[in-house]
């Protein structure tokens, strides 16, 4: 990398960290330090702003720097990523925003602890909240780790620590300083500029094989060393009966978990209406959708014109595949125009990454602070401490554990990452919200057992997994404690939390109660009695 790669990256990271922070001090003196404004904005967003905040939560680093890295290397195979990012948007679409808007007040356990015992419900859901959370996290520390490894052209870890910590002292920042309002509009910021620079490198692309997208796809099977079996399903998932059920799994995540991702069920709590959250999650897929599409289209250019053996070379997850794309398609190594191209990507990813974890770190703080926090607190406490003082504290923590697993994981593919936090929300959290909206049966038990027989499950299959031990690409290669043979546990702990959600409130000697599941069912639907 040369000085001028690094200099102008630098400045151009620079700048959006000032942009953001000069954001965070503006919004910071508009504040009155109710919770309400801490953990929602004062619900005070357009859907158009909202919609542009969801697709600035959801669109990050996995999905930029990790699906298109993943499409270079795997072709078809890594469509799956950006498929399954895209469709699970309609399962929160149809069953989810409304009424988690109309239900709830700031979290997920809110929804929930509306029609029953609110304490056993509270922490379970705050519990896996934060797990999830912090499953996401790891995956943009990852991501940063990456990134500033390629500009500065060091591996060594102390470079990732620098990085991966910088990263987290903005987050904690962005968060405690000033909450959902100034982190809603660093989304904003955000996702307008990653929709520009994926735009402009999706043109150059199609710019250089003449718009004919069938030479691109088959200059990219030329150079990926396997002919035409880069266009068809089975590169990475096809080949033993554990790859095509991995494939299987991944695939319930991804389409699953997004409804139960706890910075993305946050943000319906930010605009004033039901109405207006439909109108958001309407906005987000549109900006989403496109933003898939090019993806793929990056990913395929990456493999055409940089080469999965160069993309595998700098990094081997194929977390550089976008960055060394643009540096390419500027006119290569020591041009001006790759030079240039190569600062507004990275810069851009680097922008996505600060914004991806200051959403997901003050969901998880809220889910601290609201949840376990004012739950677990003792009645006899004389002066307890303010939520909102809680959850800036707890984001100090969060980001700390995040940046810890951040690097012990800083070798794996950070889509793939994700894909693990998707399965443990849709593990944990999706069968307890759909429970808890759509049965009237519903229990506390089987609440409390929804979360807990999906979470813990999920948690120790990945534990026993190759991708913590047993194989050279894993956490811990040097030992080998494979007990379970896929990557990705959806396909049994998603099962397994829906049955202990059934089991638990069909074993329980509770009695439903019939008023409550009805005002929580009229509060659904019509938004009368709403926060």
């Not at 999906?454 to 690409?473: D, K």
């Not at 290669?477 to 396909?491: H, R």
Request: glycine share 12%; hydrophobic share 55%.
């Amino acid at each position: 990398m040369t000085g001028d790669h690094q200099a102008l990256v630098l400045l151009l990271c620079g700048g959006f960290v000032a942009l953001t922070l000069g954001i965070t001090a503006w919004v910071s003196r508009r504040r009155h330090g109710s919770a309400e404004e801490f953990y929602t904005g004062g619900r005070l967003f357009t859907p158009i702003e909202n919609g542009f905040a969801i697709a600035g939560d959801y669109m990050s680093a996995a999905s930029f720097l990790g699906t298109a890295g993943l499409v270079a290397l795997y072709g078809y195979d890594g469509l799956l990523y950006g498929v399954g990012f895209l469709v699970g948007w309609l399962v929160v679409l149809f069953l989810v925003a409304e009424l988690v808007r109309n239900c709830g007040r700031f979290t997920l356990a809110d929804v929930v602890a509306a029609r029953l015992s609110a304490r056993p419900v509270r922490v379970a859901a705050g519990a896996s909240s934060v797990v999830v959370s912090v499953l996401y996290l790891v995956a943009q520390m990852v991501g940063a780790g990456s990134l500033v490894a390629l500009l500065l052209g060091r591996t060594s870890g102390a470079v990732q620590v620098w990085a991966v910590t910088g990263v987290g002292a903005l987050m904690v920042v962005y968060v405690s300083w000033a909450g959902m309002r100034a982190t809603t509009w660093v989304q904003i910021v955000k996702a307008v500029l990653l929709l520009g620079g994926t735009v402009l490198l999706t043109v150059l692309v199609l710019l250089r094989f003449h718009g004919d997208v069938d030479r691109l796809l088959i200059t990219a099977a030329e150079r990926s060393g396997h002919g035409r079996a880069f266009l068809a399903p089975g590169l990475k998932y096809g080949g033993t009966w554990t790859a095509r059920l991995d494939f299987i799994s991944l695939g319930l995540a991804l389409v699953l978990g997004t409804a139960g991702l706890p910075h993305i069920l946050s943000r319906f709590h930010t605009v004033p209406t039901a109405r207006a959250a439909r109108r958001s999650v309407v906005w987000s897929i549109g900006l989403i959708g496109g933003f898939s599409l090019m993806t793929m289209v990056l990913g395929f250019g990456a493999a055409a014109l940089v080469g999965p053996g160069a993309v595998r070379a700098s990094q081997a997850a194929g977390n550089t595949a976008v960055p060394l794309l643009a540096l390419d398609l500027g006119g290569g190594p020591g041009s001006t125009g790759g030079t240039v191209l190569f600062a507004v990507v990275v810069a851009v990813a680097f922008a996505t990454i600060l914004a991806v974890v200051a959403g997901i770190t003050l969901a998880s703080s809220a889910s601290v602070a609201h949840d376990l926090y004012a739950t677990l607190r003792r009645s006899g406490d004389r002066a307890p401490r303010s939520e909102v003082a809680v959850a800036r504290c707890a984001a100090v923590g969060v980001g700390a554990v995040a940046i810890a697993l951040g690097l012990l994981a800083r070798d794996l593919n950070v889509a793939f990452l994700v894909g693990l936090a998707f399965a443990v929300a849709a593990s944990a959290n999706l069968p307890v919200l759909l429970y808890s909206l759509f049965w009237r049966g519903f229990t506390t038990r089987g609440a409390v057992w929804a979360v807990y027989g999906g979470l813990l499950p999920a948690v120790t299959l990945v534990l026993l997994s190759p991708v913590v031990s047993g194989s050279p690409e894993s956490l811990f290669p040097g030992v080998d404690f494979q007990y379970f043979p896929l990557e990705n546990p959806g396909i049994v702990s998603i099962p397994l939390g829906f049955l202990a959600g059934w089991l638990g409130t069909v074993t329980s000697g509770e009695t439903a109660d019939e008023a409550k599941y009805a005002e929580a069912e009229v509060r659904a639907l019509t938004g009368a009695g709403a926060a």
